[in-house]
């Protein structure tokens, strides 16, 4: 396999992604619920597959000085589009152009089960955590029963696939187990809990190389 590195993918690739605040009870949540990733030369607006992930991770906006808009939940759900902006891509971002590149692929739509932005798995368990004792409905989790429409429109794709790719974290199990029960295709690397399966990107070359030759295994099935 070729496995690129992060300057061969950015000449090929672009990310774009949707950041807000989500403000409930007066505490002010930090998230982004929709991320794509684009070869550069395309106007396709329909995504090849989607990705979901666990929460967002380190990307950030390229624009330093980007202020995300601040919503409360009603006002989140009024929206019927997403503005995008340019962003910086992270490690998990640039394994999903790999597998990109592997298929030939001209966009990927990536949802979380949560929309929390921390890069940190064990900060974001308590950021969860506190967030639950606020609104125990989790209005950040795409999985929300009042965003069943965002998530339909969101997981619009050729394929009509789903490459789960959210590792285990217990807080998430509800959020897990109601993607699952949807109607789409699954591919991913089930962990010992199906509920769970591998993160697109270990921390290692091997084992980064290993995810993307499996999950090559199940697209081309």
């Known amino acids: 396999m070729n496995f690129l590195y992060a300057k061969e993918l950015k000449e090929k690739y672009k990310v774009y992604s949707h950041f807000y605040d989500l403000t409930i009870s007066d505490t002010n949540l930090n998230c982004r619920n929709i991320l794509e990733i684009r070869k550069n030369d395309t106007n396709e607006e329909i995504a090849d597959v989607v990705v979901i992930m666990m929460n967002p991770g380190s990307s950030t906006p390229l624009d330093k000085n980007h202020k995300p808009e601040n919503y409360s939940f009603d006002n989140f759900l009024k929206l019927k589009n997403f503005s995008l902006i340019p962003t910086k891509p992270d490690n998990a971002q640039y394994q999903i152009m790999r597998l990109m590149e592997l298929n030939n692929w001209n966009l990927v739509r990536i949802l979380n089960l949560s929309d929390l932005r921390n890069g940190n798995s064990s900060n974001f ?3 969860y955590k506190k967030a639950m004792e606020i609104d125990a ?10 965003r069943k429409q965002e998530l339909k429109k969101a997981l619009i794709s050729k394929t009509n696939k789903i490459i789960a790719a959210w590792g285990e974290v217990k807080e998430l199990e509800n959020s897990a187990k109601e993607i699952l029960s949807l109607d789409f295709e699954i591919i991913g690397i089930p962990r010992e809990n199906p509920i769970y399966y591998q993160y697109a990107s270990p921390y290692y070359k091997e084992p980064k190389i290993n995810w993307l030759v499996e999950i090559q295994k ?3 099935v």
Do not use: D, L
Not at 137 to 146: G, L
């Open 218 to 220: 199940q697209i081309t």
């Open 125 to 127: 368990k308590k950021e």
């Open 137 to 146: 409905s989790s209005p950040h989790c795409i999985t929300h029963p009042k």
